[in-house]
């Protein structure tokens, strides 16, 4: 069974920083392409990051290009992702998920999930 816990999320002022570790149980993590979504309040979850099993491949969100960076450690079946220049826009709960073909940025591409970690953007 794939389990995948996120951590790392919390209260940041505009212009700050986090960085989000999604830390997955179950066997070959190193196989799954590994994405990062978010759902902001009141609207729908949508597409942020997502990372190829070697780490040669991201690909990004237009709204996070340059400010974020996803990464992972497939030594520590773990995958982060790198928050910078931090904006009230970015306020949201963040999810990991297992990818299951390409480098997907829609829903349907991944098929485990964590629970998520809030991210609060605020003065």
């Known amino acids: 069974q794939v389990q995948l816990v996120e951590s790392g999320g919390g209260l940041v002022q505009p212009g700050g920083s986090l960085r989000l570790s999604c830390a997955a149980s179950?066997?070959?993590?190193?196989?799954?392409?590994m994405g990062w979504f978010r759902r902001a309040p009141g609207k729908e979850r949508e597409f942020v990051a997502t990372?190829?099993?070697?780490?040669?491949?991201?690909s990004y969100a237009n709204s996070v290009k340059g400010r974020f960076t996803i990464s992972r450690d497939n030594a520590k079946n773990t995958v982060y992702l790198q928050m910078n220049s931090l904006n009230t826009e970015d306020t949201a709960v963040y999810y990991c998920?297992?990818?299951?073909?390409?480098?997907?940025?829609?829903?349907?591409?991944?098929?485990?999930w964590g629970q998520g970690t809030q991210v609060t953007v605020s003065s």
């Open positions: 998920a297992r990818g299951t073909r390409g480098l997907g940025t829609t829903s349907s591409d991944y098929d485990y």
């Open positions: 990372i190829n099993r070697s780490s040669t491949s991201k």
């Open positions: 179950g066997p070959t993590f190193s196989s799954y392409i």
